[in-house]
T-cell receptor, first 115, second 116 residues
Framework: GESVGLHLPTLSVQEGDNSIINCAYSNSASDYFIWYKQESGKGPQFIIDIRSNMDKRQGQRVTVLLNKTVKHLSLQIAATQPGDSAVYFCAEDDTGGAAGNKLTFGGGTRVLVKP | EPEVTQTPSHQVTQMGQEVILRCVPISNHLYFYWYRQILGQKVEFLVSFYNNEISEKSEIFDDQFSVERPDGSNFTLKIRSTKLEDSAMYFC??????????????FGPGTRLTVT
């Protein structure tokens, strides 16, 4: 269940450092955004979400920032751990929740945590 | 913690054969989805399903595809006559409500479909 993609951008980070993963979205009508983590052989795992009426949301060790002006989304992971090594996807939804939602995924970023 | 389950984990089939991929969504969820991920490509939306009918479907979801909730727990994706380009990882997902929060979708581990 991994996105193997030969052209997948990779972020190498030292254990304990903070990670920032960026995502540019294309649809200005999107009102809901999610970050997913995908480990090898598994399905996408929900990390955190944010609605378009917010610009920042914090979770446990993670923060999502939304800049609607430039259509940019980022995920910050504090004190990155070896278990954070995975492929991270952003996804957007422009349905307004009116039709059961339809997520459009980005291409993904591979995060490698060095011990 | 409740989770979405999918069976089988890997399905190999010959071109032209019918396949049924099975999913058990999280028990109190109301919305169900199928996505697919061709190797090396993005996760793509196929279909959403609510109240025993399709809410939305993508261009990929043509007449060869169908979905069904045959009972209170299972959600299936059927491909009537598989093509080589149907080879992909198929993910089932579910979510609670569409408007009042709970828009996050929870994904199953996927079924790898290989069409030969």
């Amino acid at each position: 269940g991994e996105s193997v993609g030969l052209h997948l951008p990779t972020l190498s980070v030292q254990e304990g450092d903070n990670s920032i993963i960026n995502c540019a979205y294309s649809n200005s009508a999107s009102d809901y955004f999610i970050w997913y983590k995908q480990e090898s052989g598994k399905g996408p795992q929900f990390i955190i979400d944010i609605r378009s009426n917010m610009d920042k949301r914090q979770g446990q060790r993670v923060t999502v920032l939304l800049n609607k002006t430039v259509k940019h989304l980022s995920l910050q992971i504090a004190a990155t751990q070896p278990g954070d090594s995975a492929v991270y996807f952003c996804a957007e939804d422009d349905t307004g929740g009116a039709a059961g939602n339809k997520l459009t995924f980005g291409g993904g970023t591979r995060v490698l945590v060095k011990p | 913690e409740p989770e979405v389950t999918q069976t089988p984990s890997h399905q190999v089939t010959q071109m032209g054969q019918e396949v049924i991929l099975r999913c058990v969504p999280i028990s109190n969820h109301l919305y169900f989805y199928w996505y697919r991920q061709i190797l090396g490509q993005k996760v793509e939306f196929l279909v959403s399903f609510y109240n025993n009918e399709i809410s939305e479907k993508s261009e990929i979801f043509d007449d060869q595809f169908s979905v069904e909730r045959p009972d209170g727990s299972n959600f299936t994706l059927k491909i009537r006559s598989t093509k080589l380009e149907d080879s992909a990882m198929y993910f089932c997902a579910s979510s609670t409500t569409r408007r009042t929060g709970g828009r996050e979708q929870y994904f199953g581990p996927g079924t790898r479909l290989t069409v030969t």
